[in-house]
């Protein structure tokens, strides 16, 4: 049993979702020694989420944006968590929609998605930062 | 500590929602022998989705399907990725909504559900085909 | 290789969001032998859910409570699911858009959370009554 554990901190992004399948690999060489395993990606903040989709044409992504924003508006009259921005408040409730963390299992040394499938960074803030990512990675190496 | 991996095909199904409990499990006699650990479901698509909810009346599955329609329509006049069909780009933000996988504990040999709970292969596509399912378990056998 | 696994009873909580982070922890002492881990959080029911976000300002959680209500509005037409109360199809609803476990990494014996996350139980139902959640931690000790 193998545990490797690390902070990756990715790049700021606009608000949007974003690919980062390359932008995390680049930091987790161990995978290729584990047979047979789980990576857990979970980001620690609250108004920014990972999910996995489309990793080919870029309007999936710009849809998805569209339509998150279409079902969780700025500025509902109910919103009384209005202090830090009219993006607040959405951001929260697109984080608890999407989620804080994947678990994907590892094969052979590699993260054993589908063809179309990649990781993303889905930024909820207008000027969210730099996001940091705690990755868990377990396994068998043989 | 111990692995199991395989990949699950579950049989093409209509747009819905649907009970996969029995059709995974008959694919993972190994369960039995742990007596602690976790049983990781992956779906490599990126257009359908895995969730857990009431096993007992289908309109539950039947209203599920309905809602999310109403949430995520078709035809949204802001979608620019409409070429591989109407049902298309509400299928990725479904699987989006929903997710790609599910963690169960394992306790004595099998799923520790609650008594109402069974698995969802959720099919946002019309004809979604066969969908196929990394299984990953891992656990102690004392 | 470590493996502790137990039961939590929540205490009944009203319908909407609730912080539960140390509610939980205190059922968990265990956690502190382990140098690097996983937490695993899985409640055994259709009608409620398990979160993360904002673990400061209340008002966070109302306005999350205010806006799942409004995504997921009771006595939707085409409901069928109507004979165990108004709010129970769109507590199944909810469950399956937010989810029913939550995997968090473990770092130096703490779960490895960022300063405002809290876990959230989020309570569907108008009288859930006291809720289960099967508790799975695995990991290393040095």
New interface residues.
């Given amino acids: ?1 193998n ?1 490797i ?1 690390k902070k990756v901190v990715l790049r700021p992004k606009p608000r949007g979702f974003h690919l980062v399948t390359g932008e995390l690999l680049e930091h987790l060489p161990e995978l290729h020694s584990l047979r ?3 990576a ?1 990606f ?5 108004s920014a989420s990972l ?4 990793n080919a ?1 870029p ?2 992504r ?3 944006e ?3 924003n ?3 508006p700025e500025n ?1 009259p ?4 209005i202090y830090e921005g009219a993006d607040d ?1 959405p951001a ?2 697109k ?11 590892i ?1 052979d040394g590699r993260l ?6 990649g990781i ?1 960074l ?1 930024e909820h803030r207008n000027r969210g930062g730099a996001r ?1 990512v ?1 990755v ?1 990675i ?3 190496t043989d």
């Avoid at 109910?78 to 968590?81: I, M």
């Fill in positions: 049993m545990w554990q047979v395993g789980l857990h979970f980001i620690q903040h609250t999910s996995l989709n489309e044409d309007s999936v710009t849809d998805m569209a339509h998150f279409k079902i969780v509902a109910y919103f009384e968590h408040m929260h409730i984080a608890v929609m999407i989620g804080p963390s994947l678990s994907l299992p094969t054993n998605l589908g063809t179309w499938q993303y889905c940091k705690v868990t377990w396994g068998s």
